[in-house]
């Protein structure tokens, strides 16, 4: 018999045509999103009207979405579906974040934000997901709490839509989407991005466009692995499919990837270019003690992925448990985790442990895990007479954003974690922040972001992230995937600064061979800069824009750097009026050039927009100190 699993442990409400209540209507002053106006339940009238209590990081929320899909597909003319998104997290009730949320799971339906749970209490709703069926003359007539919705709610409708022949209104009500608004980016939330030393490259999940991309340190895209459509699909890089993939792993040159919402793990092999299906069947179980082959065992959403002496450890998010695989063997089995959503150390079976995001390990005995439902990090034993203890993380409902020592120290729904020199190194998810911890003395402090959610560079403690999800690090910087952004960001401990690393396409060479700057030819602007030192880590460039203007929101400036030959030696997109361009990668001259291209616009419905190309000739001092160098630039006012 399917289990059932719910987010929060409540009340179960079991279905009940009986229960005729009339439905509450919603109340005044509701935000809502994906859709260009609001809905009343008097004027959905004729409709039955599916309400979704969720709340977007719950897991087991999301494993309905595709069962509300399939409803709306089957019942286009009959359904109506409103979600009502009730949070738990306070970062959770943001509406940029709820709008984020709705792109990357592709909703089609109108969604309220409930963020002071009033709508949860007028239906007296108790745990996520939980689904209430209105009848077209307004009355509930189905409520249900858990996962697996298709089946019983298709029922209902079914049995049900003849008898309310005489008052369905089939005529489709239109509105407006967030995805028809959508700006799209290369990137599309990344998830997890893995680094490889050794080869110079970085594995992004790029998420939201059902892919893994390969490319350098510096942000050029070597290859790509799977098409921009989800599916499920094994073979050649250019044919493969995911559906949403997460969580890497290197193990020589193959790549797992953990394909989250086929409830599948992958390989990719690096050499032949082939990615082949390793475990799952591509639907989901419910089931809590695997064993025998990996490829006949179905998953539960497979979040991220670690291999350790000859093991693939898997953070099966869905199951609130690890599973691991034998590479030699290809046998999986249960490693931790009783199944119970709860935080309870002990021995690995017994131990409960809560939508585990993220899974490191430490080199020697221990796996950490991300266990986002407690906020918490918690350590588990390789030996499965082992145990699992809790360094940071007090329950389903203890979370916040408070540095320090254990049992104090809280953290929000991370996500992400890496460790490195003995310090685990963590996406501290909704709090937008990157945090360290001593697994030994369990200390938690931020590391980089002030916790607002933005994108912003500059130095450590002022950068601003949008729920990161994913952290690697190679040759000294650390990479983040900043999952709302669209984008990749480097943390540079040495410089102290964060800043974007521009991701270039395979069709846009970022270093092209042969002269391509005549500096006796440059048109623009030509300006020279004296440099203290003769080696720079970042160029630190800030403009000022005349009174009245602003910069172009839809075209990024850029900063190219330029050897003496005129070869392009990299580049970065331009954030803002101040952007911290890391350099010393490509310093090994004696002079270099900085050019800055800046759009910009006056303000108003008339607005001019400008454009500004500046060439700076950066001449070296003699001390050998590695320093950033200040370029300031005032635009003048236009004419």
Known sequence: MQKVIVCIIGLLLLSSNAWAKPAVEFRDGLQWLNTDKPFTLQELRGKFVLLDFWTYACINCQHIIPDLKELEEKYPEELFVIGVHSAKFTTEKGIEHIRSAILRHDLRHPVINDAELLTWKDYGVSSWPTVVLISPTGAIIFTKSGEGVFEPVDSVLSKNIHKYDNVLNRKPLPFTLERDKEKKDYLRFPGKVLADENHDRLFIADSGNNRVLITDLQGQVLDVIGQLSHGQKDGGFDEAQFFHPQGLALDGQILFIADTENHLVRQADLESRQVTTIAGTGEQV????????????????????????????????????????????????????????????????????????????????????????????????????????????????????????????????????????????????????????????????????????????????????????????????????????????????????????????????????????NVEHFLGEHKTVNALSSSIDNIVFSLSLPEGHKLLEESQGALRLWGKDGTLLGQAVMQGEKTVFPVRQYIDHNKVYLEALVYYCRYGKEAMCLFKDVLFSIEFGKSKDFKDIDIHYAIPMSR
């Open 286 to 517: 419910f089931e809590r003690d695997p064993h025998g082959p990996a490829i006949k065992q179905g998953l539960n959403s497979p979040w991220d992925l670690v291999v350790h002496n000859g093991f693939l450890y898997i953070a099966m998010a869905g199951a609130h448990q690890i599973w691991k695989i034998d590479l030699k063997s290809k046998e999986i089995e249960l490693h931790a985790g009783s199944g119970e959503e709860n935080i309870k150390d002990g021995n690995l079976m017994q131990a409960a442990l809560a939508q585990p995001s993220g899974i490191v390990s430490d080199g020697r005995d221990g796996l950490y895990i991300a266990d986002s439902e407690i906020s918490g990090i918690r350590k588990l034993s390789i030996d499965p007479m082992g145990a699992v203890s809790t360094i940071i993380g007090a329950g389903l409902f203890e979370f916040g954003d408070i540095d320090g020592n254990y049992p104090k120290a809280r953290l929000q729904h991370p996500v992400g974690i890496l460790f490195y020199k003995d310090l685990l190194w963590v996406a501290d998810t909704f709090n937008n922040k990157i945090k360290i911890i001593d697994p030994v003395n369990r200390v938690a402090r931020t590391m980089a972001g002030d916790g607002i959610s933005g994108m912003v560079n500059g130095p450590l403690l002022s950068a601003r992230f949008n729920e990161p999800s994913g952290i690697t690090q190679a040759k000294g910087k650390f990479y983040v995937a900043d999952t709302n952004n669209h984008a990749v960001r480097v943390i540079d401990p040495q410089a102290k600064t964060v800043t974007s690393l521009p991701i270039t396409p395979r069709d846009q060479p970022l270093r092209p061979k042969g002269p391509v700057l």
